[in-house]
């Protein structure tokens, strides 16, 4: 389409250059109230969703992948891409359900950890560990110890805690080449979780001391820089949770901020400073923080005596503002991957990002076995078939 040149029209003040100037005018007047109408009218939202966006989706118009269950297969999502590993072959597709790569990862009982362009896999109760982007092989190791739990950084850094020596756990790291930089013991805890900084300066370890009579959890935050040198003095901070709270995850958000989430409550921890920025109620149903920049958890709230709906609610850490997606029926599962959101409601699943639009709205016509979310794709899992689409 051609650009439409004005000036030809604006001689003598001619009235053809006065309607397309009118024209123009409403046309962006138009657009401007669309936008708006779509940002703040959630019925028309859902309409343009529908009739103009086509969000909604069936599975008998989506690609698919043949699965035979009886090879077991392990079946992830990362980046743009769905992973299934069996037989010692690690398989990529993309949103096409086309095979993109095949890679050779020695592992039988996989564990796994995603972070942007990265994915480390590594055998649970093994040695083996191995690291892949973009569908090649970065690097593979080995570890002493056996692997209890993995995680990988955006950059490509690893943290891998393994246990069966003299201490109750080891923290191992390797920088984005393979490269073990340094290893950090616990003789009188266990690792819950670790994870490290975006700008790869931090590693924070979460962990749970089982000696006392109440469970006590703690979190060191140590220096990478200082630990490649001596780690038993690289300790930057260390944080005691509350009596008898349990910590269960850890993860490193925008600005190098840690939030921490506790079988109860959330907790924030900037620059060393501790402080709950939620408390779980009883009505809170499932709690995710692996979400950009926010944590995302569910809510039960009851309209009537007979109806019940749920609050999928997107709280932003470094603003505080809040979003709520209501979601009516019972919630299978809730599953957080960079800025995506899936909700898991049976034969339907409801996808949507950070600002709480919907971004795709599946529809089956049997029970969704599970569902794998990476950065711009999802997967749906049956018995025999995973069914793929681009976000």
Request: hydrophobic share 40%; proline share 1%.
């Amino acid at each position: 389409m051609s650009i439409i040149d004005i000036n030809k029209y604006r001689k003598d003040g001619s009235l053809k250059y006065k309607i397309v100037v009118g024209i123009i005018v409403v046309v962006v007047i138009l657009i401007a109230i669309s936008i708006f109408a779509y940002i703040n009218v959630e019925v028309f939202r859902e309409w343009v969703d529908m009739h103009i966006l086509r969000k909604n989706i069936e599975n008998t118009d989506i690609a698919y992948i043949d699965i035979n269950s009886s090879n077991n297969p392990s079946i992830y999502a990362f980046d743009k891409y769905i992973t299934i590993l069996e037989k010692n072959m690690l398989s990529m597709y993309n949103s096409s359900g086309n095979k993109t790569a095949e890679i050779e990862i020695s592992v039988s009982d996989p564990i796994y950890s995603c972070n942007n362009k990265y994915m480390c896999i590594a055998e649970k109760k093994g040695n083996k560990i191995y690291l892949v982007s973009g569908g090649n092989l970065l690097w593979q190791a080995s570890v002493e110890g056996t692997i209890e739990k993995v995680n990988v950084n955006k950059n490509g850094y690893v943290s891998v805690v393994e246990r069966g020596t003299s201490y109750k756990n080891i923290v191992v790291i390797f920088n984005s080449e393979g490269k073990e930089l340094f290893k950090t013991y616990l003789s009188s805890s266990i690792a819950i979780a670790t994870d490290i900084s975006g700008n790869n300066q931090y590693l924070a370890i979460a962990e749970i001391d089982t000696t006392g009579a109440i469970v006590q959890s703690n979190i060191k935050i140590i220096s990478i820089e200082k630990a490649k040198i001596d780690p038993t003095n690289s300790v930057e901070h260390s944080i005691a949770g509350n009596a008898g709270e349990l910590i269960t995850h850890i993860r490193y958000q925008d600005k190098e901020k840690l939030i921490c989430i506790y079988d109860n409550s959330i907790h924030l921890i900037d620059n060393g400073k501790d402080s709950e920025i939620i408390k779980l109620q009883s009505k809170t149903i499932m709690a995710d923080i692996r979400n950009k920049n926010n944590f995302v958890y569910v809510m039960e709230k009851t309209n009537n005596i007979f109806s019940t709906s749920r609050d999928v609610v997107i709280k932003n850490i470094q603003n505080d503002n809040e979003i709520r997606y209501e979601v009516d029926g019972t919630i299978k599962s809730l599953q957080v991957y960079d800025s995506n959101i899936v909700i898991n409601l049976g034969t339907e699943a409801e996808f949507i990002n950070t600002l709480g639009w919907l971004q795709k709205k599946y529809k089956s016509n049997q029970e969704i076995t599970n569902i794998v979310l990476g950065s711009s794709i999802a997967g749906i899992i049956y018995r025999d078939k995973v069914e793929v689409f681009s976000l």
